[in-house]
């Protein structure tokens, strides 16, 4: 397992189980299924988020529960 994998899970295990069980279901999702193809309008974004993930620049443990109950809404 990667060191970013493992701090992902580290953050992961902090949250609510419906949470861990959301975020479990889309890995496993991931991990079988071809990847989309991006839309070149969204590509600026998602290099940028690369970019700050090599930074080690990630949402807080906060950043991420209010990105989660905008979904719950």
């Not at 953050?11 to 419906?18: A, E, G, M, N, T």
């Not at 299924?33 to 443990?61: C, K, M, N, W, Y």
């Not at 529960?65 to 719950?72: G, I, L, M, Q, S």
């Amino acid at each position: 397992m990667t060191k970013l994998l493992d701090k992902a899970l580290e953050v992961v295990r902090q949250l609510s189980p419906d949470a861990q069980d959301e975020i479990a279901r889309m890995i496993l999702d991931m991990a079988v299924t071809e990847p989309e193809e991006i839309d070149p309008a969204d590509l600026p974004f998602v290099l940028q988020g690369l970019e700050e993930a090599e930074r080690g620049e990630f949402a807080s443990e906060a950043e991420v529960e209010a990105a989660f109950k905008r979904f719950e809404q």
